[in-house]
């Protein structure tokens, strides 16, 4: 098999590639909405272990290079995969270097301060006095760059009109197209990078970027109810759950969709379910779920996980419980060309 032929599901990779995906377009979404960092990211990360005991057959192989096509809830992504010798705080240092600009104040200090007048409430006047100065930083930075333990992601905006004195002017009005249609193209050319440690040294990078019509708000699911996307008709969902993420891409005349449900309950009885309903529906239980053990080796305790097959498809199911007592159900159907 060729040495271009990668594998983005794997061993030394700790998270899988929607939630990567997702996570990198949140870390561009923390550009134009100054939150905690690691809040939205975290949680997508959340549920990344979900995927490591997917079995090696099942794992989607990308050539190095070529323009791979998403779909993810109800949007159009693409990305493309890399290998480099440099690690992935290098790598981040690389493009944070390519990207930043020069530091320009977003209004003088008096315009800031006859501002403030306005707000009377001396706690709400605190808060919009923070908002002003993380914004301000944020524009400044012009990027938003997250690290985790063997991973990382850099997010940034191109306009083309960086070095153009009214840039922080046309960013605003950017940000205001944006937030009537939270469509990602009023901003511009969106630029995201997601990496991971390589084993044996270097990393392994995605660049992202998203359709123009790429509409953040469907991204995350709001009080409980479905994120924009589709569920697999003889796959049921658990009872009172709903769907956080879909993901689909054919491949080398393969098709791969990734589901993931939250709800109510807990893992014995989600798995029961799974049990009855998968079997009702025609899926026969695999033994071939053991093919992916391997890439659980250095967790003290694996996911619990399932795997179904049907005529030319096979669904891994990885159940995990939350701190807040729900459980994320994640659900891989392969089908083979």
């Known amino acids: 098999m060729s040495e271009r032929f990668r594998t983005v599901v794997r061993k030394g990779l700790r998270v899988s590639l929607i939630l990567s995906l997702a996570g990198g377009v949140f870390a561009f979404g923390h550009f134009m909405t100054p939150e905690p960092p690691d809040a939205l990211a975290e949680w997508f990360l959340d549920g990344g272990g979900s995927l490591e005991g997917v079995p090696a057959h099942m794992q989607l192989r990308v050539n190095e290079g070529d323009v791979n096509e998403v779909f993810l809830n109800g949007n159009t992504m693409y990305y493309t995969q890399y290998s480099s010798d440099k690690p992935v705080g290098q790598l981040l240092d690389y493009y944070e270097n390519l990207y ?43 990027y938003v760059r997250l690290e985790g333990e063997s991973w990382g992601a850099f997010a940034t905006i191109v306009t083309g009109r960086e070095g153009e004195a009214d840039w922080a002017t046309d960013m605003k009005t950017r940000f205001q197209a944006y937030d009537a249609s939270r469509k990602v193209g009023d901003l511009g050319d969106p630029k995201i990078v997601v990496a991971f440690d390589q084993a044996g040294g270097g990393s392994q990078y995605l660049n992202v970027w998203p359709d123009k019509e790429f509409d953040q708000r469907s991204l995350r699911p709001r009080k409980g109810k479905d994120a924009p996307g589709y569920d697999i008709d003889d796959i049921q969902r658990p009872r009172d759950s709903f769907r956080m993420v879909t993901f689909g891409q054919e491949q080398f005349g393969r098709d791969y969709s990734i589901i993931v449900y939250r709800g109510p309950g807990d893992v014995p009885s989600v798995q029961a379910h799974f049990m009855s309903e998968m079997q009702t529906d025609g899926w026969g239980v695999s033994t071939r779920v053991l093919d992916g053990k391997e890439l659980m080796e250095e967790q003290e305790e694996a996911p619990p996980a399932m795997l179904f097959a049907k005529d030319d498809r096979e669904a891994y199911v990885s159940l995990k419980q939350t701190t807040h007592g729900w459980v994320t159900s994640t659900i891989v159907i392969y089908r083979r060309g």
């Open 100 to 142: 930043k600009g020069d530091t320009r104040p977003f209004a003088d200090d008096a315009t800031k301060k006859h501002l403030l007048q306005y707000v009377k409430d001396p706690t709400d006047r605190a808060e919009h006095a923070r908002r002003i100065d993380e914004t301000e930083r944020l524009m400044n930075e012009r």
